[in-house]
T-cell receptor
Framework: DTGVSQDPRHKITKRGQNVTFRCDPI?????LYWYRQTLGQGPEFLTY????????KSRLLSDRFSAERPKGSFSTLEIQRTEQGDSAMYLC???????????FGPGTRLTVL | AQKITQTQPGMFVQEKEAVTLDCTYD???????LFWYKQPSSGEMIFLIY????DQQNATEGRYSLNFQKARKSANLVISASQLGDSAMYFC???????????WGLGTSLAVNP
């Protein structure tokens, strides 16, 4: 049984560039969550999917951010025109639809120069 | 809305001793879940223990136990027989509502001394 995986683990980009992150959840999990964590803070909710449907987006998710989960399997999070304030750890988690426990991947650490 | 408060920015414990990490919460939802996660320096969030709001008994998972006091809205984590590998950030979190998104505290940094 493989856990949640994320790719890449680290990304360094220049301001203004677009970046895309991928998350592969645990195979039988219907729900997939994205969180963002900045230094010294707890994670903050960004968005979540149940199967392929994106059911909620946080106000933190500006129009430069978009997330997809085609076919209800893996998910991608894209940030367009990156800004230095986007530098953070992006965490993906998955859970069963009627279960509470979310299991996390290793995260993608984004640095915007 | 839900809120988590962790009042201990940093804690020290001697190896093999027990330590309690504090967590208080606030929610108006009668059905909620409380979680503790461990985050080592690598950044991965590792699930430790879960307590449901209707659970009658305190949750235990190996060396981890959750001291759940519903009337006081507290959910403290107790780590027994601390090990050097327990040195990490520890986060308390709560879920409620249909979306079950996690609301997190600021975390407690635990250092285990040899």
């Amino acid at each position: 049984d493989t856990g949640v995986s994320q790719d890449p683990r680290h990304k360094i980009t220049k301001r203004g560039q677009n970046v895309t992150f991928r998350c592969d959840p645990i195979s039988e999990h219907n729900r997939l969550y994205w969180y963002r964590q900045t230094l010294g803070q707890g994670p903050e909710f960004l968005t979540y999917f149940q199967n392929e449907a994106q059911l909620e987006k946080s106000r933190l998710l500006s129009d430069r951010f978009s997330a997809e989960r085609p076919k209800g399997s893996f998910s991608t999070l894209e940030i367009q025109r990156t800004e230095q304030g986007d530098s953070a750890m992006y965490l993906c988690a998955s859970s069963l639809a009627h279960g509470d426990t979310q299991y996390f991947g290793p995260g993608t650490r984004l640095t915007v120069l | 809305a839900q809120k988590i408060t962790q009042t201990q920015p940093g804690m020290f414990v001697q190896e093999k001793e027990a330590v309690t990490l504090d967590c208080t919460y606030d929610t108006s939802d009668p059905s909620y879940g409380l979680f503790w996660y461990k985050q080592p320096s690598s950044g991965e969030m590792i699930f430790l223990i879960y307590q449901g709001s209707y659970d009658q008994q305190n949750a235990t998972e190996g060396r981890y136990s959750l001291n759940f006091q519903k009337a006081r809205k507290s959910a403290n984590l107790v780590i027994s027989a601390s090990q050097l590998g327990d040195s990490a950030m520890y986060f308390c979190a709560i879920t409620a509502g249909n979306n079950r998104k996690l609301i997190w505290g600021l975390g407690t940094s635990l250092a285990v001394n040899p």
